[in-house]
């Protein structure tokens, strides 16, 4: 597996793949990796011949400086998971490679895709996705690029910017990966404590449970979205950042849900802040509900 730690150096390796005929394929990552990290690895490896992971803690995407400084680092154990999974090369940029002295320049989709949700919570954090996700996008010169579904907004933002740069790389979505108690994987749940553990499974029952209101005819989108609130709040240590419906059909929000539409939440349990989302009317997710 080899390892690259300038822009330099993973472009002239990406170039050598393409002139000896074979496809490349980027999975981007902040480290910390888990099954949900290796899922996309697999869908990688199963379009493009070659698989290239970065790793890179991207600082201009932070709102919170005590967010980045806690985010969890663990490289050695991340690159002993990749080699395991077969990859082919790793892009460990430094800081001052992605952002050198001097650097200003940014890039930032407008419109509806960041007017709500994590962009109204997280100021300035899609420019900084924007930004990162297209110089890793110049370093690697992909063919496919691989991107995991509980981030959706962050998906449809990237997706967005490939359409109206024409960058020629095509996005694959792989699903989103859940603990058996439901808890969407994230790299954030190392820093839950064991009860915010427990407590953080209240975020995909709180979907659940307004899963199951929508299929029993409850369409109002500000009673789902109470439906999951409360199941939050009930816990100690949590937070609700936001809970909306939001129809994928030009991603607005709306007053009454169909099944064109995902309820999303974001949630702060012990200070350690989780995304994940539902498609109403999907197939129920793997929690376990007290029935009255």
């Known amino acids: 597996m080899q390892q690259f730690t300038t822009i330099s150096e993973q472009r002239s390796w990406s170039r050598a793949q393409r002139q000896a005929g074979r496809t490349v394929a980027l999975v981007p990552t902040m480290g910390a990796l888990h099954a949900g990290h290796l ?23 932070f709102d919170r400086p005590e967010d980045f400084a806690k985010y969890p680092m663990t490289v050695e154990a991340d690159l002993a998971l990749l080699a395991a999974a077969g990859v082919d090369a790793v892009f460990l940029p430094t800081t001052e490679a992605m952002y050198p002295q001097g650097y200003c320049t940014f890039i930032e989709v407008v419109g509806p895709l960041t007017d709500k949700l994590c962009a109204v919570a997280r100021p300035g954090h899609f420019r900084g996705v924007a930004t990162v996700v297209t110089k890793l996008f110049n370093a690697v010169e992909p ?13 449809l933002i990237v997706g967005r910017l490939v359409r109206d740069l024409d960058l020629p790389i095509e996005i694959v979505v792989g699903p989103t ?14 820093r839950l404590t064991p009860a915010g553990r427990i407590n953080a499974r209240a975020v995909p029952r ?16 500000m009673k789902l979205t109470a439906i999951v609130a409360e199941e939050i709040l009930m816990h100690e240590g949590t937070e609700v950042d936001y809970a909306d419906v939001v129809d994928m059909d030009g991603f607005k929000e709306v007053e009454f ?22 498609r109403l009317g999907s197939p129920p997710l793997p929690v376990a509900i007290e029935e009255d």
């Open 39 to 61: 899922s996309l690895v697999k869908l990688a490896r199963s379009r493009c011949a070659q698989v290239v992971v970065s790793i890179f803690i991207n600082p201009t995407q």
């Open 143 to 155: 063919d496919v690029a691989v991107f995991g579904q509980k981030d959706l907004q962050q998906v």
């Open 177 to 190: 990966l859940r603990e058996a108690d439901g808890l969407a994987m994230s790299s954030r749940n190392s």
């Open 206 to 221: 709180g979907l659940e449970l307004a899963n199951r209101a929508f299929n029993a005819s409850e369409h109002v989108s």
């Open 257 to 278: 849900a169909t099944d064109r539409c995902i309820l999303a939440v974001a949630a702060f349990v012990d200070g350690v802040r989780l995304i994940d989302h539902i």
